[in-house]
């Protein structure tokens, strides 16, 4: 498993914690996840500091709904949906994380 695989089911777990406790703010502690998480090489992104932001807003966005997904998968008894960062490198998407946890370029 991969830094990037690492790193993503751990925020999840943690994010589901948030999600639950009625007195936590889960947005605020993904989006405090994801910054922790991004490296000087998001610097990079096309668009300059309004493209990280972007990227951010969109990490963060994704990882309450996966979060919040592995709570109700959880309840149902359905599964969790496959979360891989190498599904996300193979769909070319800029930014991402390649197997060996390091950001892919294009």
């Not at 496959?82 to 490198?89: C, E, F, G, I, M």
Request: proline share 3%; hydrophobic share 40%; aromatic share 6%.
């Amino acid at each position: 498993m991969s830094e990037g695989d690492t790193f993503l089911h751990k925020a999840m777990y943690d994010i589901s914690l948030l999600i639950r406790d009625p007195n936590a703010s889960p947005v605020q502690g993904a989006e405090e996840v994801i910054r922790r998480f991004c490296t000087k090489e998001l610097r990079g992104v096309e668009g300059g500091v309004e493209g990280v932001e972007d990227y951010v807003a969109n990490a963060v966005v994704d990882l309450v709904l996966m979060s919040t997904w592995s709570i109700a998968a959880t309840q149902m008894g359905v599964g969790n949906l496959p979360v891989s960062t190498w599904l996300l490198q193979s769909s070319g998407e800029q930014g991402c994380m390649s197997e060996k946890g390091h950001k892919r370029e294009r």
